[in-house]
């Protein structure tokens, strides 16, 4: 009997799409003329890393307490973690709108996602591998593992779907895993409803 090729079946994705783009969704209100700012220290970014279990609560005190003791190190690596941020919400902007990433863009994710992996090591994890930072206590190992997040992403077909929300206000980061493609709002109760409601009454007031 003659061997039909059979496309391999997709993988459970194992790429946190949702968490990198929590990371760029730290700058929020993006399209108003004032963002907010949720990464305003070296202690937001890893409260933050802590939330989303990119290091867990121990690893995140030691952090806390290297910072204190190097402050300006734990600056120059939040304003590295903001470049990082700023040029993967390039990329989500490009795929958005279907254009092409600038080289700008593409040389600060290659040059994160080179740290992020030259400062990891393998270890076995359930039947197969995991990198993990070889450092734990390093100032920039939150930036290591946000860059090894983002490393799965950028890669895979996932980052195709990153849409941004369409509330007018709202910019949020999101992956469309609808059928059609058709979902436009981060959060329907948030951003969708209410920018209907602010679309019928302008709509009312003309
Ligand atoms: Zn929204």
Redesign the pocket.
Same mark, same amino acid.
């Given at each position: 009997m003659a061997k039909t090729a059979r496309p391999a079946p997709l993988p459970a994705e194992p790429v946190d799409a949702d968490r990198v783009l929590a990371f760029i969704n730290t700058l929020s209100s993006r399209p108003t003329a004032a963002p907010v700012e949720h990464l305003d220290s070296y202690e937001a970014l890893v409260a933050w890393a802590r939330e989303q279990h990119l290091v867990s609560a121990a690893a995140a005190e030691r952090l806390a307490g290297e910072a204190r003791k190097h402050p300006h190190q734990a600056a120059a690596v939040l304003a590295r973690a903001k470049d990082f941020r700023e040029a993967l919400n390039g990329l989500a902007a490009a795929i958005d709108t279907e254009r092409q990433p600038s080289a700008d863009v593409l040389k600060t994710i290659g040059e994160c996602l080179a740290s992020a992996y030259a400062n990891g090591r393998l270890v076995p994890h359930e039947g197969a591998l995991q990198w993990v930072a070889s450092a734990e206590d390093d100032l920039e190992r939150v930036l290591w593992e946000i860059g090894r997040a983002a490393g799965r992403l950028v890669v895979s077909p996932r980052l195709a779907r990153v849409r941004a =929300?369409?509330?007018s206000d %709202? @910019?949020?980061w999101?992956v469309d895993d609808t059928k059609n493609r058709s979902r436009r709002? =981060?959060?329907m109760t948030? %951003? @969708?409803n209410r920018?209907k409601l602010r679309r019928f009454r302008s709509k009312g007031s003309k």
């Open positions: =929300c369409a509330a %709202c @910019g949020w999101f709002w =981060c959060d948030l %951003c @969708g920018e």
